[in-house]
């Protein structure tokens, strides 16, 4: 595991995990160095996740802040509605809409930890492998390709989450 400060350090990774916290305009513009050799990376194959931010950084823009996201993905990031205490942050399940490999195993319903105010609204609805409510029917994971992106934290969230990293981890052995 490399934890890179720089895009050389980049240079023979198998895969990358963008992790999340944080407002997109500071994203971006720390991403930014990067972004040539992530779209390098992923264009050979390599697999990406992206873990809230991370997720939403896959994207074009936000609604939060100026800022240009990686455009990884088609689409943008939107505040969710009013009418729902934001941030979202607990609990709370997810509808498999398809088959992805970061779902593998992952039970339709599972339950997973939530830390944000936006999601992402993609382009093309096809690259959406669950949804879950809040308010809206949100994104909730991404799959397209070699990129895959979580708007929860599994890293905060049990054995499914655990399952799910483990499933990258298996991508990144190929």
């Not at 950084?57 to 802040?65: A, D, R, W």
């Not at 509605?81 to 490999?101: A, D, I, Q, Y």
């Not at 992402?120 to 669950?130: G, I, K, L, R």
Request: charged letters at 20%; glycine letters at 14%; hydrophobic letters at 40%.
């Amino acid at each position: 595991m490399v934890l890179a400060s720089i895009p050389g350090e980049l240079n023979g990774v198998d895969g990358v995990v963008l992790p999340g916290v944080g407002n997109f305009s500071t994203a971006s513009r720390n991403i930014k160095p990067f972004k040539p050799v992530l779209v390098d990376l992923s264009g050979e194959g390599r697999p990406l996740l992206g873990i809230c931010l991370g997720m939403q950084i896959l994207f074009g823009e936000s609604e939060e802040s100026w800022g240009r996201g990686l455009n990884l993905i088609g689409g943008r990031v939107v505040r969710l509605p009013r009418g729902v205490k934001t941030p979202h942050m607990g609990w709370n399940t997810l509808e498999v809409c398809r088959w992805s490999e970061l779902l593998d195993g992952v039970e339709d319903g599972s339950y997973f930890y939530f830390f944000h105010s936006y999601y992402a609204e993609p382009d093309d609805e096809d690259v959406v492998a669950a949804k879950t409510e809040y308010g809206v029917r949100f994104p909730s994971v991404i799959s397209s390709g070699c990129i895959f992106g979580t708007q929860f934290h599994p890293e905060k969230s049990g054995k499914p989450g655990a399952l799910i990293l483990k499933n990258f981890a298996e991508m990144l052995k190929r």
